[in-house]
């Protein structure tokens, strides 16, 4: 009974983090749609000369908010815990939601908004990873950690189908783009209040100092006090006592040791490699995509399904592959079906090229059909491992630094690539696909030499996988070296003397 209700629990305090993954993909996909719509553009008077800059600067202002409160959250979350800071990221991103629901008339108001809201889920997609890696049971921590991007997929379905709902059945009135921007204080809500509900997480307060609370906070997620309980305390207790002993006295340093330096370069290349894979922008910009393949006027109709498609795929993932086949073979795998899909979706839009005004066509169909089986592929590998992975691999003393450096280099990416696709599809057309072809089978390289497996072991287990026993700096041998070397220093300064 008492693993039962502790599995129980993990799933639901999982769940209610990943409302704040849900948000960040909601509040970015439903922003899109809201900017066609005619009543938003009449209310706050965008015109066919600035739709463009609109546009893009509602996309690209809640990303450099979240960008710079990666490293804001960082410290705030080490201090104040998990809890307390997902709660505050909830608080700051439904301000921002409410100024974002007025009716101001004013695109200043709006874009200010847009870098407060930007801000909370910034925060929230540092904080949540490592939150349920935390607290996640070893057994089901891959099943966990891949809710992230299973909620986020759920965040850009809806928001499609909340874009295209109003825009078929509300007529051109304020009411008709405040409804899908108001409801996203509904999740914000949700993951705010939840997280009076939940318990802190365990390996927070016990590398706090608070053993006690962490002790009942292990007892209540995991759903009773128990021999198996115990004996996982001991060995967070164990874990965390070696890694102070190891750093004792190193702070800051800690960081550019040479195993968590290449800790850091796996969060920071894998967070790039999301990016270009080039499923973030088929997401950004689905319509478009989907015009320049051959959908006609079905394009909006068509993104929805596609929404559809990542999230059965993902719930695929999630509750059968992940811990089966492993972080290491689903980036692989998935890496090169991605590439593989891509180079025919270059070959079918290079020879059958879409005609303006064209319904959709035989061949328009097979190329929707491959960024469908693209979108499958990218959420059973690298649209949830990388969040998993990044949150799973440091130690406990740099497990914010390294979830916070991960995150802030998937927002700058997420901006960059947010900023060259349109341009892309619009000036070299098809060759975009080959484009992301080729970074494609490039990760398949990648992933095959740099990528640890770390399926079915405890976040301790992860410093003897990374070889930290052989490349820490002792803070006593440091110490001694230090005074060998300046003991030399002076002998040679009297050598040369005589």
């Known amino acids: 009974m008492g693993e039962k209700l502790g599995t129980f629990r993990a799933w639901c305090l999982v769940a209610l983090c990943c409302m704040g993954s849900f948000l960040f993909a909601y509040d970015t996909g439903v922003v899109g749609g809201v900017l066609t719509l005619k009543s938003f553009q009449n209310d706050f008077r965008i015109t066919t000369a600035n739709q463009a800059n609109v546009s893009s600067n509602a996309t690209s202002l809640l990303q450099a908010g979240a960008f710079f409160s990666c490293f804001f959250v960082w410290p705030f979350t080490t201090r104040f815990g998990r809890r307390w800071s997902i709660a505050l990221a909830s608080l700051i991103f439904n301000i921002g939601g409410v100024i974002q629901v007025i009716n101001a008339h004013s695109l200043a108001a709006f874009y200010v908004a847009r870098v407060i809201s930007g801000i909370g889920v910034g925060m929230a997609t540092v904080i949540i990873p490592m939150y349920s890696a935390e607290m996640a049971p070893k057994q089901v921590r891959g099943q966990l950690g891949s809710m992230f991007q299973f909620f986020f997929t759920l965040g850009v379905m809806t928001s499609y189908w909340v874009d295209y709902g109003v825009s078929e059945h509300l007529g051109a009135t304020t009411q008709q783009w405040q409804i899908p921007i108001g409801l996203q204080l509904v999740p914000g809500g949700i993951l705010g209040l939840g997280m ?21 906070s292990l007892i209540w997620v995991r759903g009773g006090d128990s021999p198996q309980v115990k004996e996982e305390f001991a060995e967070i207790i164990a874990g965390i006592d070696e890694e102070e002993r190891i750093t004792e006295g190193l702070t800051w340093k800690e960081c550019l040791l040479p195993v968590n330096r290449f800790r850091f370069i796996i969060v920071i290349t894998l967070q790039i490699g999301v990016q270009l894979t080039g499923n973030t922008s088929l997401a950004y910009y689905a319509p478009q995509v989907f015009k320049a393949v051959g959908a006609g006027d079905q394009a909006l109709l068509i993104s929805g399904f596609f929404g559809v498609v990542k999230v059965v795929s993902c719930l695929f993932f999630l509750l059968f592959l992940v811990e089966r086949i492993g972080r290491r073979g689903s980036l692989i795998g998935g890496a090169f079906l991605m590439g593989a899909y891509m180079l025919i979706i270059a070959c079918l839009t290079a020879t059958h090229p879409p005609v303006a005004g064209q319904s959709l066509t035989s061949t328009g169909a097979a190329a929707i059909a491959m960024v469908y089986l693209e979108a499958m592929s990218y959420n059973i590998s690298w649209g949830p491992v990388p969040w998993l992975y990044m949150s799973e691999i440091f130690p406990s003393r740099i497990r914010e630094a390294g979830v916070a450096v991960g995150t802030a280099t998937q927002w700058l990416f997420n901006f960059v690539f947010s900023q060259i696709t349109p341009h892309a599809i619009t000036n ?41 026993s052989d490349t820490t700096i002792d803070g006593e041998k440091d110490r001694e070296q230090s005074q060998t070397d300046a003991a030399q220093g002076r002998a040679q300064v009297v050598n040369e003397k005589h």
């Open 428 to 468: 070299i057309g098809w060759k975009t696909f080959l484009m992301f072809c080729i970074f494609n089978w490039a990760l398949v390289v990648y992933a095959w030499f740099i990528i640890k497996e770390t399926k079915g072991r405890s976040l301790e287990d992860m410093e003897a996988l990374f070889g930290s």
């Open 196 to 216: 009076l509900l939940t318990k802190e997480s365990t390996r927070w307060l016990a590398k706090s100092g608070r053993r006690e609370e962490a002790m009942q």
